[in-house]
Each structure stands twice: as C-alpha cells, then as structure tokens.
C-alpha cells in the first residue's frame, strides 16, 4: 500500500502524469490517492489560516471524515480536481491495477511450493 496527496502549493501544472507513472513503476497494487486536507492545529493550517486561505468551516467533517482542499488553493482548484479524477481512473483501471498485482506476484521471488501428496483416511467400517 502507499498513498498520494494532489493538492499542495509546491505543485506547477498538471501532477497526473508523473503520479500515474510513478504508480505504474513502482508495481504496488493498493494506493490511497486523496486531496490534501489542513487538519487543525498543525503547521499547515496555521500558516494558511496566518495567510487568509483557510476556508472559515474547514474543519467540518462530512460522514465522519474530513473533506480534501479545504483551503484556497495556490493553482486552480479545477485542474487539482482534474488531476486527482485523472489519477483515480488512470490507477483502478481493472487491466492496470491487475498488471500491478501481476508483476509484484513476479517480484516477490517466493520460493516453489512443495507438492505434497494427500492422503485420504478410508473407513475400516463399510
């Protein structure tokens, strides 16, 4: 498992393609791939909150769970958005997630199984 955050200051253009490839080479089936979210009382909602782009309910909780890109964002909430449905689709297409799980199975270099015979126990009483 590993996880991927779309949505901080530091990205210029599109991020997709280079996490989408990034997933691919790596062959690690599973991965979270959220929306950066500024908890409270870290250094990350502090500064935003200090820089006026944290949003004044962004600490409310949806379903129990806090809700990503709750802050104004440094590029186009849009394109965020696009990248991260981008990489979603892109990563749990059934052939790529499949091809993942295949070429990990290859990886692992597990050693062969033994065959080992079974004996069925035949009642004395017929």
Sequence with gaps: MAGLI?????ERGSVAESMIECIEETSIPFYYIGLL??????QLSRRLQREGRLFP???AINDERPVG???????PRRDILDDYERILERAYRPVAYFERI???GRTLRRP???HVP?????SLHA
């Design 57 to 59: 309910d962004a600490h």
């Design 118 to 122: 079974i004996i069925v126990a035949h």
């Design 37 to 42: 979210y500024a908890l409270a009382n870290t």
């Design 69 to 75: 890109l709750n802050f104004k964002t440094a590029r």
């Design 6 to 10: 779309v949505g901080f200051d530091s």
């Design 102 to 104: 295949r070429r990990l």
């Design 112 to 114: 062969k199984l033994q």
